[in-house]
Structure formats: C-alpha cells, structure tokens
C-alpha cells in the first residue's frame, strides 16, 4: 500500500518529511552528487547551457567595443604625405546610441513567444536554434555595416528578436532535467555563462579591433557561436528519456523527482490564471528591479567611470568588468546554498526564494546608496561591486521560482518576466542620458538614487507576495517535491522508493 506526501506538509517541514525515508540505498540511483560531473548526463546539459549562455552575452555586448573602432577617427599618411584623420564611419552620437539599443528593440518581442515556443516543440530546439542564428546574423555584420548604418540596424535587431528567446526556453529544458532539489543550482551554474561572456567579450573584442579590425570582432564571435551550435545539438537532447548515453539510473532518479515527461506535452497554458497570480507579479517585480540595476551599470558604468571617476579610457573595460566577473563567480555559490538549505531541511522553498531575493536586494539597495554617497574611485568601485555581486544570489530567487510555481508553464511565466524585466533595458540608458547631461557627480548621484529604489521596491513586492508552492492553477500532471509513491513508513525501503532530496543529500 503506498501513500503521497502533501505539499504543504513538505513546505512547512521538510526536514521531518525527509528523515523519515531510509538513505541506505541511495548510491547508484543517480542522485548522488559528484565533482565529476561528465558521469552525469544532466550536468553535461548544464555545462552545455553555460557556454550557450557564454555566447548569448558574448554576441550582445561585442559591438558595444566594435563601435569605438569603427567610428574612432585615425590619422592616415597619403601618398604626398599629408596627414588626415579618417574613420570607418562617421556616425553621430545619435546614430551610435540607436545602433547599440537596437538590439532591445526586436529583444523585447520574443521573450513571451519564446516560453510558448519551447513549451511546444521542445526547449532544448529553440534554444539552440535562436543562438544558433544570432551567431550566423553576427559573421553577417560587418557586410550589414558596410552597406549603410539601416541594414546594421536591421541585422541587430533580428539578432534580438531570435536571443529573446533563450532565457525563457531554457526553463522548458530544466523542467525536464533538473531534479527538484538541483534546480538552483543547475540553473544558476548555467546562467553563470552570462557573466563569462560579458567578461571574457568585452576586453578580447578591444584586443581583436586593435590587431586585426573591427571586423574580427565578429567573425570570431560568430564561429565559436556556430561551433557550439553544432556542439549543442549533438550533445543534448529534449529529455532523459531521449538521451542514448544516460544511464538507467539517472534517468529513473530524474523522472521519479519531476514526473512521467509523457505528461509534459501539449500543455495547455491557463492564461488568466498566470496573468492574475500575484506570486507571478511578484517575479515580474524582481526581474524588472534586478535589470533596471544591471542594465543601467552595463551601459553606463564606462562613461560613468571616466566622467565622474577620472578613469583613463583604457581601463574603464577592465574595472567595469570586474563587477561581472564577482557576480559570475558567485552564481554558483547562490545556486547550492539554496539547494542545501531545503536538503538539510533548514528552510522551505518559499523560504529560499524570499531570503535569497530579498536579501539580496536590501544588500543591493544599500551598497548602490552607499556607492552614491561616496563617489570616489575606490568607495564606490568596491560598492557597485558588492551590489552587482549580491545579484547572484537574487537569481536563486526569482529567476528559479518559476519551476516552484508551475513547471510545465515555467517557460511561459520567465517569457512574460523577462519581456517586462526587458524595458529597463531601453528605458534606464535613456534616462539616465537625460539626468547626466553635465555629467556632473550630483546628478550620478540622483541616477544611482533611482536603482536603489527601484531594488527596494522590488524587495518589498516580492517578499509579500511570492510562493514556493505548486500553484493550485497548475495542471493535475504537475509533481511537487516528494510527491511520489513512497512506501509505508514502517517499511521505507520495502519498494526501494527513496527520497530524492536525500538521495541528493548523500
């Protein structure tokens, strides 16, 4: 005779509900962690995601450092010797700031369509398949540049268009991998590419223009894209179920945590349900507050930098990467505590994504205050530093909690976020432009002002109303932690049914 576990029981008391399965057995049943991980198939999509989400920032963030060289004016001896100073292209600053937020024009229109996308043909598909083509539209570029500024546009954004689909996709492929008690961190491990990406790009791109053209930038960037769209689809595949090489344990420990994958397909989205819920509203939130942050560093904090700081041009790539670099380190980090603290039974889901998302915006809102207050080279670096570090653990919270609420439309809810979380993106560039017209530290301080309020008002949405439970909309497929067919506990073993928390736990 068997029995499920009830989900509010598992939220408000995990550690009593996992100690009461036997742990004996759990050594090959494809849940034990281990540093090698090659020996697990779901790590190597992990792995796999990571450097897709290397090239993702990789491609975005490249012409950001194309763009000087190919609108710096240098000096050219002619024939007769006379000296003048030329340029690729002779772009205003309009022009320049048009061509670099393009991007988010045709970006902000695919997230949603993207969650919908993956959720009926397969994650893993589209998410191939939309880096797979930025890359392509990338090795285009510099012929696009060269027949007229319009056709780069145009280039830059369908590349956004065919990229807004990787963030909200990639949940579809988790919902079919990640074991309930691995989802921070297989996710956060994953988005750790980003940071890789803006970290690596931004100063290879520089040392690319200067020794071999602007062009190369893109060339080389688009073949490793190209490279590992080829990888990425020979490699992973939509499900456990679909993997030739994944052993039969790892499979079973997989689908005993997630669910039958047959359950997963033609799902249907209940649409109102979604839009109506306050614990999707409050991802919403957390997304835009997290990126009005990010995105108002990412494309300013060079000008600001140099402007305010006093920073020689040549180093404000380095320093403004190093914020990222913290952020990118730390992910991993973010990702196991949060995994650890619902194994070892200290906190609920709900809890994790709270503490987590909310904690890291309090931190986030008083060092970005303190970064303001301070404006000197050494003060404020360090606090932009620690406030976009902090982030890290901001994404164990609302960028994971999609696959708590409902895993089979987790695509779709990051696909809305994300779209909304995505108008920072235009927005903050401009505004920020519009306050520091003198560039003067008073009115750095005002747009520094704006992020930490904006981080805690987003702290305050989410900590009232978010939830790290099944939501009652979700469809009857969906499994929740430690809803699976346990045995008797006077038996616990009898069946050789165990709990997939512990089994990670070992």
Request: one cysteine or more; charged letters at 15%.
């Amino acid at each position: 005779m068997t029995q499920s576990y009830d989900v509010s029981q598992q939220q408000k008391s995990p550690k009593s509900t996992t100690s009461e399965l036997d742990t004996s057995e759990t050594k090959g049943h494809g849940g034990e962690l281990t540093w090698k991980f090659w020996q697990q198939r779901r790590y190597i999509v992990v792995m796999m995601a990571f450097f897709g989400f290397f090239n993702v920032y990789a491609l975005r963030v490249n012409l950001s450092v194309a763009i000087v060289a190919m609108t710096e004016k240098v000096n050219v001896t002619l024939e007769n010797g006379t000296v003048v100073q030329q340029q690729h292209f002779d772009w205003d600053p309009a022009q320049q700031g048009l061509v670099l937020s393009s991007f988010f024009y045709g970006y902000i229109w695919t997230q949603f369509l993207g969650g919908v996308l993956a959720s009926r043909i397969g994650g893993h598909y589209v998410f191939g398949f939309g880096i797979g083509m930025t890359a392509i539209l990338t090795l285009l570029t510099p012929v696009a540049a060269n027949h007229s500024v319009y056709m780069l546009l145009a280039v830059r954004i369908i590349e956004g268009v065919f990229e807004g689909v990787t963030f909200p996709c990639i949940h579809a492929v988790w919902a079919r991998w990640a074991p309930v008690y691995e989802r921070s961190r297989m996710a956060t491990i994953a988005y750790a590419g980003n940071y890789a990406g803006t970290v690596t790009a931004m100063p290879l791109s520089g040392i690319l223009a200067v020794r071999f053209g602007w062009e190369s930038v893109f060339y080389v960037f688009g073949a490793i894209g190209c490279v590992w769209l080829v990888a990425w689809f020979l490699v992973v595949r939509a499900g456990p179920e679909c993997d030739p090489f994944i052993t039969d344990a790892e499979r079973e420990y997989i689908e005993r945590s997630i669910g039958d994958p047959n359950e997963k397909q033609n799902i249907k989205h209940p649409w109102k349900a979604i839009f109506t819920s306050t614990a999707v509203w409050a991802i919403v939130a957390s997304n835009f507050a997290e990126n009005w942050g990010f995105y108002t560093l990412l494309t300013q904090l060079p000008t600001f930098l140099k402007d305010t700081l006093g920073f020689e041009i040549g180093k404000t790539g380095f320093i403004s990467a190093i914020p990222y670099l913290v952020m990118g380190s730390l992910l991993g980090i973010s990702g196991y505590l949060a995994d650890w603290s619902q194994v070892k039974g200290y906190l609920t889901t709900s809890q994790v994504r709270k503490y987590f998302n909310c904690g890291a915006f309090l931190g986030q809102t008083v060092f970005m205050m303190l970064a303001a207050y301070l404006l000197d080279p050494t003060g404020t670096v360090a606090s932009i530093t620690v406030a976009v570090g902090l982030g890290a653990f901001a994404w164990s919270g609302f960028i994971v909690n999609p696959l708590d609420l409902a895993p089979n439309h987790a695509s779709v809810i990051l696909g809305f976020s994300n779209m909304i979380g995505t108008i920072p993106g235009i927005v903050s560039p401009m505004l920020t432009g519009f306050i520091t017209s003198d560039r003067t530290k008073e009115q750095w301080r005002i747009v520094f002002y704006i992020t930490s309020g904006i981080y805690c008002v987003g702290m305050v949405i989410y900590w009232f109303f978010s939830s790290g439970e099944l939501q009652p909309w979700a469809t009857a497929s969906e499994k929740t932690p430690l809803a699976i067919e346990a045995p008797e506990k006077t038996a616990p073993t009898k069946n050789g049914v165990k709990n997939d928390a512990m089994e990670m736990d070992e």
